[in-house]
């Protein structure tokens, strides 16, 4: 059986907005009768750093090398800042612990929260299940009942809620792992797809991205630097 065994929660440890954040989500997994587990997220480091302390490498080479790649940090320069790169090598961090845990997992952003459980349908492999949009709060969107059918879709955007098999999550690694942390986790997943995995809408959509103050501007913790609502 290929049902999610539980949410893995991207948090940033330290962080009093991002923990509470997190709670939030937790809260509305266990109301949904789910489990959940906390990744404490990759933070305050550069770039290259953040690539390392995922299990991977960003060189020189691997740079000049991505000038060739569509969607890449060449040309998208703004997934090198130090909120994005620590995001990308988070995601990396949970993709590795989908596979320890060798069942499919949610992996949620601390800005996500759910409604309804979504164990009632089975993962396939080699897809990118997205489970819910952004939402300028809680009670804009309300789903009328459990995932009843999944529906392919070209492309998305934000990383906030997804499921994978460990089997996908382990192509994602190595997708990475042959190039190098060249990408943003936006555009290799769901933005621009670099991945080149399909992606499937899981309808209705059992949770939403809701509307607060980033923290993805928090480097180092005494300089918030706030960069919007829908930033990270």
């Known amino acids: 059986m290929n049902n999610i065994d539980c949410g893995l929660i991207i948090r940033r440890q330290g962080n009093k907005r ?10 509305s997994l266990e109301f949904s009768n789910m489990k959940h587990e906390y990744i404490d997220a990759i933070q305050n480091v550069d770039y290259k750093t953040a690539a390392s302390q995922a299990g991977l490498t960003f ?13 890449s940090v060449a040309e998208h320069p703004e997934c090198m800042e ?12 949970a993709w590795r612990r989908v596979v320890e845990i060798d069942k499919p997992c949610a992996i949620l952003e601390h800005d996500a929260y759910v409604f309804k459980n ?8 080699d897809v990118l299940v997205h489970l819910g949009p952004r939402m300028r709060d809680t ?13 392919r ?12 098999t460990p089997k996908t999550a382990q192509k994602l690694i190595d997708g990475l792992e042959s190039t190098g942390m060249v990408y943003g986790v936006d555009h290799y997943l769901f933005m621009s797809n670099a991945c080149g995995l399909d992606i499937i809408a899981a309808d209705p959509y059992p949770l939403i991205c809701w509307s607060r ?6 480097t180092p913790e005494h300089n918030p630097g706030f960069r919007g609502v829908w930033a990270g």
Request: glycine share 6%; proline share 4%; aromatic share 8%.
């Open 82 to 93: 130090m909120g994005n790169a620590c995001c990308t090598a988070s995601h990396v961090k």
């Open 18 to 27: 991002s923990e509470s954040y997190a709670k939030i989500c937790a809260d």
């Open 118 to 125: 979504f164990r009632n349908f089975e993962i396939p492999e």
């Open 213 to 218: 103050e980033s923290t993805m501007g928090d």
């Open 59 to 71: 060189t020189e080479e691997q740079f000049n090398k991505s000038k060739e790649l569509k969607n």
């Open 153 to 164: 879709i070209p492309q998305s955007i934000g990383t906030h809620g997804y499921a994978i």
């Open 139 to 151: 009670k804009t969107y309300v789903p009328r009942g459990r995932v009843r059918r999944l529906i």
